[in-house]
């Protein structure tokens, strides 16, 4: 095998079939080709969206091969396992069959499959098991159990909880940060926790070895730390592997950069993303891979890949205006050459609701044009934007998919607060009041059905509890703070047809502050300590819903109803037939649609209320990939009263759409909204 040495010039070994290279003239545009063809040692290709970027990366493995290279000097990595399969297929296709010996797959799985053949030296044995994320749960469950008494109920079940404790230490693990700086920085909690989240990390890796198992972390970490530990195995693969090709750079981690540069100076790099398109931050990706790739590599060619396929020339120009704000990026312009269309439509409605009967009218209007309704998306910031939608959608019976969120009544939160509200209404509902005994620090599900067998005997359950008459042997402080926010929530129960449900801190709506004010806001807080906000501002689409209903019973039989036109709607997901695609803007990248409406563009709403200057920019890379999915329609929509605080507020349009040149969107703007564009 030749060394890093020997070819140091990276080229390939011949010159490839003249027809082959007419073929890529014919299929490939000029950056493309320049992409494909390129033999320098550094190669980075920005590749805008609906700019051919896997195809690029697909030809230019199959140039490779028909140049001389072996398949086996071909390391191609991807980010998700479809991408990968894409992958194959397309250049199976263009080659005729798949080329034996060339390594194709995620980061996590190459890792896999160099550890697996180097497994004694990072203290595994070949046949080590792969953790999921519920495994890992169940680990620090059973670490939690063993711990002293002494340690605080309450941090303890702040720690353990929907598996924050594994998500604290995986940000620490891919980020570079110590688990103190991840503590301090990312949630909400008391640096005296410190010693115990350090103590459960390292018996977690104790764990880990005992059962010859890696979680997916480990599956990156110890991939580097054979390589950093042990330079003559990074050695063998440098000279195997003449041509590293990375897909998506811009969703490299600081790991994954590393793993990468291990390759630098022996082998192609090779590597096409968009910084433009970098909304993964959450998940541990770092923008600044990207962004400082030209520096770290000097030497690299940059080959901009900037005509867009995919949309009309009035999306693509809407797009670049909105982007050109983010003031550190690597330049690029797109621009596209498809038949032109209608302006971007920006919608300025009253509410929430107004702004789903829009979205609801301009669909229907579309599919009856003959626009099937697969080739229409709602798209959305968090999924709590998608409520009043997703109920116009229900009770018109248009099928539709929901991506990167579980349904608004299915969502544990909305059950919780619904629970006092059916107990209210209805006191022998047993469900309902597991479900907010099991919620009260102190009773389980034992305690639960010895309590209940009393109530049930009581001709008026709720009276029993509040009275005092029925109490647990355990438990006793939550099950007091349940009963003092069931006795509050009974006293403001508001009478049918007296017109309180309608007015701020009245009504449902009120009854749902009151539950908030009572007990069930520390227990979000606590149960849900990064997802708080978000959450917190679904139970608030909850009470603008309910402000609408005159009384406690037809609120709840209208939910009841909506709930199993949910579950039909979750059984016709099995049906492959057509549908409306509901998203976030995070699952919804690398999709697109003919039609796009992109709702809730708010200030708080999108961009974030949690984005402060350096989050802003990622921000404004998340509306550009929403913008962006759309090939003939985009329609971007804002409102002026929202709710906040159980009463409707008055809003700003999202600082997205201000900074939008008007000559770029038509205006469809309803008295009062405030909006005016830029």
């Known amino acids: 095998m030749e060394t890093g040495e020997d070819r140091k010039l990276l080229r390939p070994r011949a010159n490839a079939d003249p027809a082959w290279s007419e ?49 086996g000097e071909i390391l191609l990595l991807t980010f998700t396992n479809k991408a990968a399969e894409e992958m194959k297929e397309r250049l199976s296709k263009l080659l005729g069959s798949w080329p034996e010996g060339l390594w194709a797959g995620t980061f996590h799985s190459i ?10 030296l990072v203290r595994r044995k070949s046949n080590f098991s792969i953790l999921d994320e519920d495994d890992s749960r169940s680990i620090f469950r059973q670490l939690a159990a063993t711990l002293p008494h002494g340690l605080d109920e309450e941090e303890r079940r702040l720690l353990l909880r929907r598996g924050l404790l594994g998500r604290m230490i995986s940000r620490a693990r891919n980020s570079g940060l110590s688990l103190r700086e991840v503590m301090a920085d990312e949630y909400t909690f008391n640096l005296d926790c410190l010693p115990l989240v350090e103590k459960l990390a390292l018996l977690y890796e104790q764990k880990k070895e005992e059962a010859n198992a890696f979680d997916f972390d480990d599956l990156l970490l110890r991939w580097l730390e054979l390589f950093e530990e042990h330079p003559e195995i990074k050695e063998h693969y440098r000279e195997r592997f003449a041509h590293v090709l990375v897909d998506e750079f811009q969703d490299t981690n600081i790991v994954q950069a590393r793993l990468v540069d291990q390759f630098a100076g022996a082998a192609s790099i090779c590597a096409v993303g968009d910084d433009a398109q970098s909304i993964y931050a959450f998940r541990f990706a770092h923008v600044g891979n990207i962004l400082s790739f030209p520096e770290k590599y000097p030497q690299a060619l940059v080959v901009r890949m900037e005509q867009n396929y995919r949309s009309t020339p009035e999306i693509v120009a809407l797009a670049n205006a909105s982007i050109a704000f983010n003031r550190v990026q690597l330049p690029k312009k797109l621009f596209s050459q498809n038949s032109p269309g209608e302006k971007p439509l920006v919608v300025g409605a009253r509410d929430a609701g107004e702004e789903a009967s829009f979205v609801l009218d301009r669909i229907m209007a579309l599919h009856r044009g003959g626009l099937p309704l697969k080739e229409m998306a709602v798209l959305y910031r968090s999924a709590f934007l998608s409520t009043e939608v997703e109920f116009a959608l229900v009770r ?3 099928p539709y998919r929901t991506f990167g969120g579980v349904k608004f009544l299915q969502k544990s ?10 107990v209210l209404h209805n006191p022998v509902d047993a469900e309902a009041w597991r479900r907010l005994a099991l919620l009260q620090p102190g009773l389980g599900q034992a305690t639960f059905n010895r309590l209940w067998n009393d109530l049930k005997e009581s001709p008026d359950p709720l009276g029993a509890a509040l009275s ?15 009963c003092r926010t069931l006795e509050a929530l009974r006293a403001r129960l508001p009478v049918a047809g007296s017109g309180e449900s309608g007015k701020k801190g009245n009504g449902i709506a009120g009854l749902i502050a009151e539950a908030m004010d009572g007990n069930y806001e520390q227990i979000l807080q606590k149960n849900y300590p990064d997802q708080y906000e978000e959450r917190l501002r679904g139970i608030e689409r909850l009470a603008e819903n309910a402000a609408r209903y005159d009384s406690l019973g037809a609120f709840l039989e209208s939910l009841a109803l909506e709930e199993s036109l949910f579950a039909d709607a979750a059984a016709s997901e099995r049906i492959d037939g057509d549908h409306l695609t509901l998203s976030t803007v995070h699952s919804a990248k690398g999709k697109e649609w003919e039609a796009v409406f992109v709702i809730g563009l708010n200030e708080g709403s999108f961009p974030s ?10 921000e404004r890379r998340l509306f550009y990939v929403a913008v962006t999915r759309a090939r003939r329609y985009l329609y971007l929509s804002t409102y002026w009263a929202d709710y906040r605080s159980w009463g409707p507020v008055t809003g700003e349009p999202s600082l997205f759409l201000k900074e939008l040149p008007q000559d ?12 005016t564009g830029s």
């Not at 919780?416 to 509200?421: H, M, Q, S, V």
């Not at 209320?609 to 990622?618: C, F, I, N, T, V």
Request: charged share 25%; glycine share 12%; aromatic share 6%.
């Open 23 to 71: 073929r890529l003239r014919c299929e490939l545009n000029e950056a493309q080709f320049k992409f494909a063809t390129a033999d320098d040692a550094v190669i980075l290709g920005l590749a805008g969206p609906g700019s051919g970027k896997t195809r690029a990366l697909v030809y230019r493995a199959a140039h490779l091969i028909k140049c001389g290279v072996p398949p």
């Open 111 to 120: 890792g896999a499959r160099i550890l697996r053949r180097h497994a004694p």
């Open 396 to 398: 018109q019976g248009i």
């Open 413 to 422: 939160h909305i059950k919780d607060i619904l629970a006092y509200l059916k």
């Open 468 to 482: 005092g008459r029925v109490t647990p042997a355990r438990g006793k402080e939550g099950w007091r703070s349940l």
């Open 609 to 618: 209320h949690r984005a402060g200057d350096e989050e802003l920019p990622e």
């Open 664 to 675: 770029c969107f038509e205006a469809v703007l309803i008295e009062g909204t405030g909006f």
